[in-house]
């Protein structure tokens, strides 16, 4: 049995034919079948195909919102007028011994604040506002307390401009760990206790 197509879209240029198609596969899993073809000199077409399955949907939009979020910023930026550029605000404009990562590495973690922890997970930011600031708004949302923080649901930190699902997963992860870690020591203490 074929793969089937549940909807369709196409468009043509000169030389190239877009296909976008959603599918559902033999195992029943739904998935999108994007498709290039492109005309060569000698009339036969090259064709190039990318398949993105239900599984990674969230994560297809994810990207793709940044990128264009991305992408007009960058464009926002090229045309100002010259000499009108606003630095850039980013965490790769910072110096170097002021970055997270750097200073991780350098440091080591204590020396770290909880926002450039927090940015770790996050990644990155949006055009504007960097991953450490983006850090310091939630954290700021929370009164800067971690337990408040480690029992935040998913749609409680995707509302933050910038914070996708995927990002939401890794800190709600690091806070389980954290706090599987905190009970497992705390374990360990009340056996020692009790073993006087």
Same mark, same amino acid.
């Given at each position: 049995?074929?793969?089937?197509?549940?909807?369709?879209?196409?468009?043509?240029?000169?030389? +190239?034919? @877009?296909?976008?198609?959603?599918?559902?596969?033999?195992?029943?899993?739904?998935?999108?079948?994007?498709?290039?073809? !492109?005309?060569?000199?000698?009339?036969? @077409?090259? +064709?190039?195909?990318?398949?993105?399955?239900?599984?990674?949907?969230?994560?297809?939009? !994810?990207?793709?919102?940044?990128?264009?979020?991305?992408?007009?910023?960058?464009? &926002? *930026?090229?045309?100002?007028?010259?000499?009108? *550029?606003?630095?850039? $605000?980013?965490?790769?404009?910072?110096?170097?011994?002021?970055?997270?990562?750097?200073?991780?590495?350098?440091?080591? %973690?204590?020396?770290?604040?909880?926002?450039?922890?927090?940015?770790?997970?996050? &990644?990155?930011?949006?055009? &504007?506002?960097? $991953?450490?600031?983006? $850090?310091?708004?939630?954290?700021?949302?929370?009164?800067?307390?971690?337990? %408040?923080?480690?029992?935040?649901?998913?749609? #409680?930190?995707?509302?933050?401009?910038?914070?996708?699902?995927?990002?939401?997963?890794?800190?709600?992860?690091?806070?389980?760990?954290?706090? +599987?870690? #905190?009970?497992?020591?705390?374990?360990?203490?009340?056996?020692?206790?009790?073993?006087?």
């Amino acid at each position: 049995m074929k793969d089937n197509i549940i909807a369709t879209e196409k468009f043509f240029t000169k030389h +190239r034919n @877009y296909f976008f198609d959603f599918r559902k596969a033999v195992n029943n899993k739904n998935f999108i079948n994007l498709v290039c073809t !492109e005309k060569q000199p000698d009339n036969t @077409y090259k +064709r190039a195909c990318i398949m993105i399955f239900e599984d990674h949907f969230e994560f297809l939009i !994810e990207a793709l919102s940044s990128l264009f979020s991305n992408a007009a910023h960058e464009v &926002g *930026q090229r045309d100002k007028p010259a000499g009108s *550029q606003e630095r850039a $605000a980013g965490i790769k404009s910072w110096d170097v011994a002021d970055r997270p990562r750097e200073k991780l590495l350098e440091l080591g %973690r204590a020396a770290l604040s909880d926002a450039e922890l927090l940015a770790m997970l996050i &990644g990155s930011g949006t055009p &504007g506002v960097t $991953a450490v600031d983006l $850090a310091q708004q939630i954290l700021d949302s929370v009164d800067l307390e971690m337990k %408040r923080l480690a029992e935040l649901p998913v749609d #409680a930190l995707t509302r933050f401009n910038g914070m996708g699902v995927a990002k939401a997963l890794s800190i709600i992860s690091a806070m389980e760990l954290a706090q +599987r870690l #905190a009970k497992r020591e705390a374990g360990v203490v009340w056996m020692k206790a009790l073993r006087g």
